[in-house]
T-cell receptor, first 111, second 113 residues
């Protein structure tokens, strides 16, 4: 099983749609979880950290399910500018350790 | 807002040549990282660096790679003898250690011919 696994997509959705991505991780001891956004040939930019209680930032909601070892990202009211690749990242071992990334899920929002 | 910076943005080199990629982490950060991303593939961890020494490295980070913090601001990745398969985007990242959140620089695109 891959350390961090994501559906590569692409997800093609119309503007205004709600879209959800899942990411599974294999190491049950993983400590921290993140969603990054990556535009074509650019660096990963932090979208949000994912907390056990779930967290929301505007149109974005992240959830963590430790029992099933997955995290999710929900985007409401999609905008054209949301088109990007969304990377799931997991810190497997603790403070300031490396991040292990998934392959990313590509989102294309259309008119 | 403080940012991680990297130079050069694009480096073209001949196979077998040495390259040095440069990064300036965010100024109060203590933990530094290099990642690479081959075109069309995922971001992969190379090495982490703390307190002037390597704290962790991946299998990719073999004897051809080295890292250095030559002064109080720069963090460098050296590839001694580049191979074709070293062609990738190389990202530097840093964190202050109070959280695990890492901030990435804009990357250096390395092309080995």
């Amino acid at each position: 099983r891959k350390e961090v696994e994501q559906d590569p997509g692409p997800f093609n959705v119309p503007e205004g749609a709600t879209v959800a991505f899942n990411c599974t991780y294999s190491n049950s001891a993983s400590q921290s979880f993140f969603w990054y956004r990556q535009d074509c040939r650019k660096e990963p930019k932090l979208l949000m950290s994912v907390y056990s209680s779930g967290n929301e930032d505007g149109r974005f909601t992240a959830q963590l399910n430790r029992a099933s070892q997955y995290i999710s990202l929900l985007i409401r009211d999609s905008k054209l500018s949301d088109s990007a690749t969304y990377l799931c990242a997991v810190n497997p071992t603790g403070t300031a350790s490396k991040l292990t990334f998934g392959t990313g899920t590509r989102l294309q929002v259309t008119l | 807002e403080p940012e991680v910076t990297q130079t050069p943005s694009h480096q073209v080199t001949q196979m077998g040549q040495e390259v040095i990629l440069r990064c300036v982490p965010i100024s109060n950060h203590l933990y530094f990282y290099w990642y690479r991303q081959i075109l069309g593939q995922k971001v992969e961890f190379l090495v982490s660096f703390y307190n002037n020494e390597i704290s962790e490295k991946s299998e990719i980070f073999d004897d051809q790679f080295s890292v250095e913090r030559p002064d109080g601001s720069n963090f460098t990745l050296k590839i001694r003898s580049t191979k074709l398969e070293d062609s990738a985007m190389y990202f530097c990242a840093s964190t202050d250690g109070s959280t695990d959140t890492q901030y990435f620089g804009p990357g250096t695109r390395l092309t080995v011919l």
